[in-house]
């Protein structure tokens, strides 16, 4: 079976500053991770993808996610923050094939001015 | 790249009434689409699993015979609300995977509303 742990409901930080948001997986299979992000009342938007490839993943808006087997974690972070950068962010984790993701429980972002 | 589509894009209706969403692949074929749940501010749960010309496979706690699922092609799946209760109130998303490392192309979801 396979989960995700993501760590800190809700993070604030300040415009400009960095931003990281924790993910660590749990997988009996090498995983494939990914990040979305999630406007209100909005679908999800891919920010990026990790699939057995280079360990540092760059995505998009800026976004970058580091693969690391030894602690099992795959956290998302940002150089400097801004103001669009708030919403929800989920991390998931899957497998080969047609299989369903698993979601982490997301954490809110709030950029503050 | 590929997308998926919902329709509607948001549903208000009466309790007792049953309601259909529509989830459809409109450059590429899927033989399995997935049915997600989010509830206001929580995660996305795995509701069933829609295989093309075959019975749907529910995750434990999600009733079939309430959430009918129907995939009558290979572009499209149909979610079927049931006698709907305030309490199925949700946001739905519908997901297919594409051919690469387990990518998944998710629609835009479905608001809703059960009065």
């Known amino acids: 079976a396979q989960s995700v742990t993501q760590l800190g409901s809700h993070v604030s930080v300040s415009e400009g500053a960095l931003v990281l948001l924790r993910c660590n997986y749990s997988?009996?299979?090498?995983?494939?991770l990914f990040w979305y992000v999630q406007y209100p009342n909005q679908g999800l938007q891919l920010l990026l993808k990790y699939t057995s490839a280079a360990t540092l993943v760059k995505g998009i808006n800026g976004f970058e996610a580091e693969f690391k087997k030894s602690e099992t974690s795959f956290h998302l972070t940002k150089p400097s923050a801004h103001m669009s950068d708030a919403a929800e962010y989920f991390c998931a984790v899957g497998n080969s094939g047609n299989t369903p993701l698993v979601f982490g429980k997301g954490t809110r972002l709030s950029v503050i001015a | 790249g590929a997308v998926v589509s919902q329709h509607p894009s948001w549903v208000i209706c009466k309790s007792g009434t049953s309601v259909k969403i529509e989830c459809r692949s409109l450059d590429f074929q899927a033989t399995t689409m997935f049915w997600y749940r989010q509830f206001p501010k929580q995660s996305l749960m795995l509701m069933a699993t829609s295989n093309e010309g075959s019975k749907a496979t529910y995750e434990q706690g999600v009733e079939k015979d309430k959430f009918l699922i129907n995939h009558a092609s290979l572009t499209l799946s149909t979610l079927t609300v049931t006698s709907a209760h305030p309490e199925d109130s949700s946001f739905y998303i519908c997901?297919?995977?594409?051919?690469?490392?387990?990518?998944?192309?998710f629609g835009p979801g479905t608001r809703l509303t059960v009065l």
């Open positions: 997988s009996s299979v090498p995983p494939y």
């Open positions: 997901s297919a995977p594409g051919t690469g490392h387990n990518e998944q192309f």
